[in-house]
């Protein structure tokens, strides 16, 4: 059975910092991209940032560039997330994704959300002004 299960979340105040980690298990990744996503209450489910397989290239949203760093370790099948100078917008459930089809960040960042394959369970994020 595939999981991908993410942790790091919480509560942070404005400009603070948060590290976001998924761990992948039941197969590898190291072939396919993977990203992370975010829902804030009310709204819909959208894009943060994507990493290939090879962790090569990356791929973010334009409100997080320059604050947030995707990173990859394929020997430990894990993905994360550096998340900085954080603000109150920032704030939802994160989730990250992978699928089997995919190898390039770019192609992850605009793949339609029902079509991705896997999904942990989300983590909360927090941004308290």
């Known amino acids: 059975q595939v999981q991908l299960v993410e942790s790091g979340g919480g509560l942070v105040q404005a400009g603070g910092s948060l590290r976001l980690s998924c761990a992948g298990s039941g197969r590898t990744f190291s072939r396919n991209a993977m990203g992370w996503f975010r829902q804030a209450p009310g709204k819909e489910r959208e894009f943060v940032a994507a990493?290939?397989?090879?962790?090569?290239?990356?791929y973010y949203r334009d409100s997080v560039k320059g604050r947030f760093i995707i990173s990859r370790d394929n020997a430990k099948n894990t993905v994360e997330l550096q998340m900085n100078s954080l603000k109150p917008e920032d704030t939802a459930v994160y989730y990250c994704?992978?699928?089997?089809?995919?190898?390039?960040?770019?192609?992850?960042?605009?793949?339609?959300?029902?079509?991705?394959?896997?999904w942990g369970q989300g983590t909360q994020v927090t941004v308290s002004s």
């Open positions: 994704a992978a699928d089997d089809s995919i190898a390039t960040a770019h192609a992850m960042g605009v793949r339609p959300l029902k079509k991705l394959d896997y």
């Open positions: 990493i290939s397989g090879s962790g090569g290239t990356t």
